[in-house]
């Protein structure tokens, strides 16, 4: 739980690096989080959006609205990590041009889309791989290694 709190310790931080444990506890934490406001939204009846498309919960959509800048600012120091810009993470949204185009182009519509999903099926992976990758040791373009020290989770937590 310590590692969740330090992401919202670090709320709008896009600078420095995170360990691959910040991340990821702060991603299962999150999904944890997500599921119970989902099922309190569905037990007491609190939609946001009632459409036969979104069913969306107040609770939920609060909790989305909350976690969405630490999800990215953590998601790009995770980048960071591993050397790499945190601008990365718009990979998987530039293929949808070639969705567009295709709706633009009506005739190329089925085919740019087939290879505009495919890309950007691809390219999520990618990223979750690198997600996933142990960071560079020590000192980056990004900062000091995070796991410099074996205290980093608690030196961080009594810093702030």
């Known amino acids: 739980m310590n590692w969740y709190l330090l992401v919202f310790q670090k709320y709008a931080t896009f600078t420095g690096r995170s360990r691959r444990k910040e991340y990821w506890m702060f991603f299962l934490f999150n999904i944890i989080f997500s599921i119970l406001f989902a099922i309190l939204d569905l037990i007491f009846d609190l939609k946001l959006i009632n459409n036969s498309i979104n069913n969306t919960g107040i609770l939920g959509g609060v909790y989305s609205l ?14 960071h990590d591993i050397n790499k810009s945190g601008w990365y993470l718009l990979l998987p949204v530039a293929p949808y041009i070639l969705i567009i185009l295709g ?9 740019l889309s087939i290879i505009g999903g495919l890309t950007v099926l691809g390219l999520a992976i990618l990223l979750i791989v690198w997600l996933a990758t142990e960071g ?3 000192e980056n373009q990004y900062g000091p290694d995070p796991k410099g020290t074996d205290s980093y989770i608690n030196n961080e937590l009594l810093d702030s």
């Open 66 to 79: 909350v976690t969405f800048l630490p999800s990215l600012s953590v998601a790009v120091r995770r980048l």
């Open 103 to 111: 709706v633009v182009l009506k005739g190329a519509t089925i085919i």
């Open 136 to 138: 560079t040791s020590g």
